[in-house]
């Protein structure tokens, strides 16, 4: 079964798990010194936020799946769309490893689609000197949806 992907980068972690926490009457499933993530049923959400020093919003959206068949189903969407993918297999991201397809949006917002396969102990591949979450960086994607009339 899916569940919805929202991920926003916060200014204060502290600050913000009281915050989100009151919003959805729950306490986060993971806490870490810089993430949280709150796994939610009602409504079925995956909502995380972290502080690493990206900018204070949105950082990206995404579709968490159960299963291999889900996901590649998901990126053959993608593709019969004729939308660029960026896969990325075995991802060590927001303490968890996971097979990926990323799609940037018209707006520029990044979207996942994912399966998580465990736990990892640390944000990212700390190896790679990476502070920010994973991903692509965004960067706008034209797609000619046509104009209305056309």
Known sequence: MKRFHVHVSVSNLEESIRFYSALFGAQPALVKPDYAK????????????????????????????????????????????????????????????????????PQGIAWEAYRSLGTIPTFNDERAGATACCGPAATPVQVNFGKRGE
């Not at 998901?74 to 075995?90: F, I, K, M, N, T």
């Open 38 to 105: 709150w796994m939610l049923e009602d409504p079925r959400i995956n909502f995380a936020i972290s502080s690493r020093g990206a900018p204070p919003g949105v950082d990206h959206l995404g579709i968490q799946v159960g299963s291999d068949e889900e996901l590649a189903q998901v990126r053959s969407q993608l593709e019969q769309a004729q939308l660029p993918v960026l896969d990325e297999p075995g991802a060590a991201c927001c303490y968890a490893l996971s097979d990926k397809h990323w799609v940037t949006d």
